[in-house]
């Protein structure tokens, strides 16, 4: 406890100098304002700006490119107009360019054109420099909108607005209508609001151009933004959301996966409806309720290779309802993991964000209760030897999350999670905190208490070993324990000169079982330093090194590894990056075996050099340690490869290759050796409806996947969607290829809002 109490001493202290400073505000929200114009009446969106009232809007120019340049003379002319009205925020965008034939643009689903040419608008609502959303569009009217907080972004974030946009002989011009109800504010008649236009032009680098001048040794964004001034009399009246939904599933499985001869049956097609309501009494407060929810993945997750990993796999939120709000739950320690509550009967979420503070809350009731059980070498497994692992227990999850914010990009905050089963219980609660100060230096971190009473069922976790130097076992045998976890993290974020050093220490019987906690019995340290150069040369836009050293303990003082890793990259013209990493010095206890100079190469590749093509490669070769309950040192490498094709305008063929293999250096015996591929083929009619066909094989199970969807989404909630899913085990001779499961469904959705 004596490096907590440490934490907690820089903290006041550092609190104490922020706190004992004034508020302060950036020259740019003096040098970089505009006053829009409100008008009568709503515009119809052309994506043209014909219409008359735009002219009536003072024009204002995005004038600095920051990268690759830093603040130079911006490359082509961008222009902005804005109106409003006491319903809609707009926005007029025109971008010029010398050379309109290398514009990229391609139609595709929402939040799927970051590679494409974009204008956008960065709102800081309540201009405290904490949170902002990000609404952008490319030349087509494909929407891509997400939430900032601090240099974090959450791209899965969407709300309801409106875009139009058209490309001509000299760029393209855009339209953006944003409805007052989709954004959170101040209760208040007169509003200034924190403002960033940003415009993307990817051709031999990808250039961002800027209307403020940015300081890029200012690690924050959102205190250099311009200033929206004046807005009047907006919408601030209570509103309603209803999100009923209806759908019809008609499933099949074979009746022993053992037994490829044993048939296949179908079962009745069942129909499933539910509702989901959200009230905003005004433009800060909001609450939300899902009864009977679906929460169904419509795209399946992507298969991830498992073999040879100690950790439970992590998955990102697909499901609407967790992506709402999701940011204020996010905290140091991820205490908080959605996928946690996997089949609610209910859920219910309420977020206040009153000045200062932001307050929420979300409670479920869920089905199928998951568990990601952390150990000292990696995940608890269940008895089958998952790492993840579903049960039939119902439990009830209560999520709490406070915070106060101040200063620029500053807060502390608290949260709490509580898990209730019959006879068994996981509750967290504890504080965190971000403190940033002369301008490039941030002192996070987060300090957790738990209480654990344990399930008492053998028959899902048997195992008899204990949890590092305490006498609880791993066993669910009803046991009851208490834990503690604490990270600290103090950096520099700065253009040249950055570091970086963090400290995480996790008892052993540490657990949040509503959160992403996959090992504990820790005492970790490590430091990465990184410098940049920025030659911006006919080659080279920038390049540098990076060296990362570390050590971890157990809470028996026991050395569990060590390591040292340099690290050289290079962002090359043709908007392509290298990254190259040597595993120098690792050395690492796993199962009380000791391993030294499992040493290997690692590299990445990211390359997007014509608007068709783009592809990624990662890759890490050298000595691996065999993570099994015999642990072995191996000889192998892993893969990871990814190409997106997009031959036209509305197609887009995407194919995913990964592939792991190991031997043993000792007798050269082969230890695991397979690959996942998967192709996705996407034809979208409009911005509105796609056509998707999924193929995926997976080597390791011998099994296939085949996934068809048709998906029709007026907006990011009013959705239909109809769709199978196939999946295929190869048994070999003399069977082959046979079908083990099979489901047809059929999905609408609407959002009605008032």
Same mark, same amino acid.
Request: charged share 20%; hydrophobic share 35%; glycine share 8%.
């Given at each position: 406890?004596?490096?907590?109490?440490?934490?907690?001493?820089?903290?006041?202290?550092?609190?104490?100098?922020?706190?004992?400073?004034?508020?302060?505000?950036?020259?740019?929200?003096?040098?970089?304002?505009?006053?829009?114009?409100?008008?009568?009446?709503?515009?119809?969106?052309?994506?043209?700006?014909?219409?008359?009232?735009?002219?009536?809007?003072?024009?204002?120019?995005?004038?600095?490119?920051?990268?690759?340049?830093?603040?130079?003379?911006?490359?082509?002319?961008?222009?902005?107009?804005?109106?409003?009205?006491?319903?809609?925020?707009?926005?007029?965008?025109?971008?010029?360019?010398?050379?309109?034939?290398?514009?990229?643009?391609?139609?595709?689903?929402?939040?799927?054109?970051?590679?494409?040419?974009?204008?956008?608008?960065?709102?800081?609502?309540?201009?405290?420099?904490?949170?902002?959303?990000?609404?952008?569009?490319?030349?087509?009217?494909?929407?891509?909108?997400?939430?900032?907080?601090?240099?974090?972004?959450?791209?899965?974030?969407?709300?309801?607005?409106?875009?139009?946009?058209?490309?001509?002989?000299?760029?393209?011009?855009?339209?953006?209508?944003i409805?007052?109800?989709?954004?959170?504010?101040?209760?208040?008649?007169?509003?200034?609001?924190?403002?960033?236009?940003?415009?993307?032009?990817?051709?031999?680098?990808?250039?961002?151009?800027?209307?403020?001048?940015l300081?890029?040794?200012?690690g924050?964004?959102?205190?250099?933004?311009?200033?929206?001034?004046?807005?009047?009399?907006?919408?601030?009246?209570?509103?309603?959301e209803?999100?009923?939904?209806?759908?019809?599933?008609?499933? !099949?499985?074979?009746?022993? /996966? =053992?037994?490829?001869?044993?048939?296949?049956?179908? @079962?009745? %097609? +069942?129909?499933?409806? $539910?509702?989901?309501?959200?009230?905003?009494?005004?433009?800060?407060?909001?609450?939300?309720?899902?009864?009977?929810?679906?929460?169904?993945?419509?795209?399946?997750?992507?298969?991830?290779?498992?073999?040879?990993?100690?950790?439970?796999?992590?998955?990102?939120?697909?499901?609407?309802?967790?992506?709402?709000?999701?940011?204020?739950?996010?905290?140091?320690?991820?205490?908080?993991?959605?996928?946690?509550?996997?089949?609610?009967?209910?859920?219910?979420?309420?977020?206040?964000?009153?000045?200062?503070?932001?307050?929420?809350?979300? !409670?479920?009731?869920?089905? /199928? =209760?998951?568990?990601?059980?952390?150990?000292?070498? @990696?995940? %608890? +497994?269940?008895?089958? $030897?998952?790492n993840?692992?579903?049960?039939?227990y119902?439990?009830?999850s209560?999520?709490?999350?406070?915070?106060?914010?101040?200063?620029?990009?500053s807060?502390?905050?608290?949260?709490?999670?509580?898990?209730?089963?019959?006879?068994?219980?996981?509750?967290?609660?504890?504080?965190?905190?971000?403190i940033?100060?002369?301008?490039?230096?941030?002192?996070?971190?987060?300090?957790?208490?738990?209480?654990?009473?344990?399930?008492?069922?053998?028959?899902?976790?048997?195992?008899?070993?204990?949890?590092?130097?305490?006498?609880?076992?791993?066993?669910?045998?009803?046991?009851?324990?208490?834990?503690?976890?604490?990270?600290?993290?103090?950096?520099?974020?700065?253009?040249?000169?950055s570091?970086?050093?963090?400290?995480?220490?996790?008892?052993?019987?540490?657990?949040?079982?509503?959160?992403?906690?996959?090992?504990?019995?820790?005492?970790?340290?490590?430091?990465?330093?990184?410098?940049?150069?920025?030659?911006?040369?006919?080659?080279?836009?920038?390049?540098?090194?990076?060296?990362?050293?570390?050590?971890?303990?157990?809470?028996?003082?026991?050395?569990?590894?060590?390591?040292?890793?340099?690290?050289?990259?290079f962002?090359?013209?043709s908007?392509?990056?290298?990254?190259?990493?040597y595993?120098?010095?690792?050395?690492?206890?796993?199962?009380?075996v000791?391993?030294?100079?499992?040493?290997?190469?690692?590299?990445?590749?990211?390359?997007?050099?014509?608007?068709?093509?783009?592809?990624?490669?990662?890759?890490?070769?050298?000595?691996?340690?065999?993570?099994?309950?015999?642990?072995?040192?191996?000889?192998?490498?892993?893969?990871?490869?990814?190409?997106?094709?997009?031959?036209?305008?509305?197609?887009?063929?995407?194919?995913?290759?990964?592939?792991?293999?190991?031997?043993n250096?000792?007798?050269?015996?082969?230890?695991?050796?397979?690959?996942?591929?998967?192709?996705?083929?996407?034809?979208?009619?409009?911005?509105?409806?796609?056509?998707?066909?999924?193929?995926?094989?997976?080597?390791?199970?011998?099994?296939?996947?085949?996934?068809?969807?048709?998906?029709?989404?007026?907006?990011?909630?009013?959705?239909?969607?109809?769709g199978?899913?196939?999946?295929?085990?190869?048994?070999?001779?003399?069977?082959?290829?046979?079908?083990?499961?099979?489901?047809?469904?059929?999905k609408?959705?609407?959002?009605?809002?008032?």
């Open positions: 406890m004596r490096s907590t109490f440490i934490a907690f001493v820089l903290l006041a202290a550092t609190c104490s100098t922020i706190l004992g400073q004034e508020k302060d505000t950036t020259s740019n929200q003096n040098k970089f304002v505009y006053t829009p114009i409100r008008i009568k009446g709503d515009i119809d969106l052309s994506g043209k700006l014909t219409d008359p009232r735009w002219r009536e809007a003072p024009t204002t120019e995005l004038d600095y490119e920051i990268q690759p340049g830093n603040n130079t003379p911006a490359p082509q002319k961008t222009t902005v107009r804005v109106l409003y009205n006491s319903r809609f925020l707009y926005f007029g965008f025109h971008c010029f360019d010398n050379h309109p034939s290398e514009i990229r643009a391609h139609l595709s689903d929402r939040d799927n054109a970051f590679d494409d040419d974009f204008i956008g608008v960065i709102l800081d609502t309540y201009d405290d420099h904490q949170r902002a959303y990000e609404v952008f569009v490319n030349p087509v009217g494909v929407q891509m909108d997400g939430l900032r907080n601090g240099n974090n972004e959450d791209m899965s974030f969407d709300m309801v607005w409106y875009s139009k946009a058209a490309m001509n002989d000299s760029g393209y011009t855009a339209e953006m209508a409805p007052f109800q989709s954004l959170r504010f101040p209760a208040s008649d007169d509003q200034n609001w924190g403002i960033e236009f940003f415009r993307n032009l990817p051709r031999s680098s990808r250039i961002q151009i800027s209307w403020v001048h300081d890029l040794n200012n924050c964004l959102l205190c250099q933004t311009g200033t929206l001034l004046g807005l009047k009399g907006l919408q601030s009246t209570g509103s309603v209803l999100l009923p939904y209806a759908m019809g599933v008609e499933t !099949g499985n074979i009746n022993d /996966n =053992s037994n490829p001869n044993s048939g296949f049956s179908n @079962g009745p %097609v +069942t129909g499933r409806v $539910g509702l989901g309501v959200k009230l905003a009494p005004n433009p800060s407060l909001s609450l939300e309720g899902v009864v009977n929810p679906d929460f169904s993945q419509v795209e399946t997750d992507a298969a991830q290779i498992s073999v040879n990993n100690a950790f439970a796999l992590f998955y990102p939120e697909k499901r609407p309802f967790f992506m709402d709000g999701s940011d204020i739950f996010t905290t140091k320690i991820q205490a908080y993991y959605s996928r946690t509550i996997s089949n609610p009967i209910a859920a219910a979420k309420v977020v206040d964000k009153s000045g200062p503070w932001s307050i929420a809350y979300l !409670g479920a009731e869920d089905r /199928n =209760s998951p568990f990601i059980l952390a150990g000292e070498d @990696g995940s %608890v +497994t269940d008895n089958n $030897g998952d993840t692992f579903s049960t039939s119902k439990s009830f209560n999520i709490l999350r406070a915070r106060y914010n101040f200063g620029l990009q807060f502390v905050g608290a949260l709490a999670t509580t898990r209730n089963f019959t006879n068994a219980h996981n509750y967290v609660g504890g504080v965190d905190w971000n940033f100060f002369h301008t490039n230096y941030t002192f996070d971190g987060q300090f957790l208490m738990s209480n654990t009473r344990e399930l008492n069922d053998t028959n899902i976790v048997s195992d008899p070993s204990f949890y590092g130097p305490t006498m609880f076992t791993k066993a669910f045998d009803g046991q009851e324990y208490n834990g503690t976890g604490f990270q600290a993290d103090f950096r520099r974020d700065a253009r040249r000169y570091f970086r050093f963090t400290y995480r220490d996790l008892s052993p019987t540490f657990q949040a079982e509503d959160g992403y906690i996959f090992s504990n019995d820790l005492r970790t340290a490590d430091m990465e330093h990184s410098i940049s150069f920025y030659p911006n040369s006919a080659l080279v836009d920038n390049w540098g090194l990076d060296l990362e050293s570390g050590v971890h303990f157990d809470y028996q003082n026991t050395r569990k590894e060590l390591w040292l890793v340099p690290t050289a990259y962002n090359l013209k908007q392509t990056q290298l990254v190259v990493s595993l120098a010095v690792n050395n690492e206890l796993f199962h009380s000791s391993f030294v100079r499992v040493n290997r190469w690692t590299f990445s590749i990211q390359s997007n050099p014509v608007s068709m093509l783009s592809f990624n490669l990662n890759g890490a070769f050298g000595r691996f340690i065999y993570r099994a309950d015999q642990p072995a040192l191996g000889k192998g490498h892993n893969l990871d490869a990814e190409m997106v094709l997009k031959p036209t305008d509305r197609l887009t063929l995407t194919i995913d290759y990964s592939r792991s293999r190991l031997s250096v000792v007798g050269g015996e082969l230890l695991f050796d397979g690959y996942i591929t998967r192709l996705e083929g996407i034809y979208q009619f409009s911005n509105k409806v796609f056509l998707r066909l999924i193929g995926q094989y997976d080597k390791f199970s011998n099994q296939f996947e085949v996934d068809p969807l048709f998906s029709y989404k007026l907006n990011p909630f009013t959705i239909f969607y109809a199978s899913t196939h999946s295929l085990e190869e048994y070999g001779q003399p069977y082959g290829i046979v079908p083990t499961a099979r489901q047809f469904f059929i609408l959705q609407y959002l009605w809002r008032d």
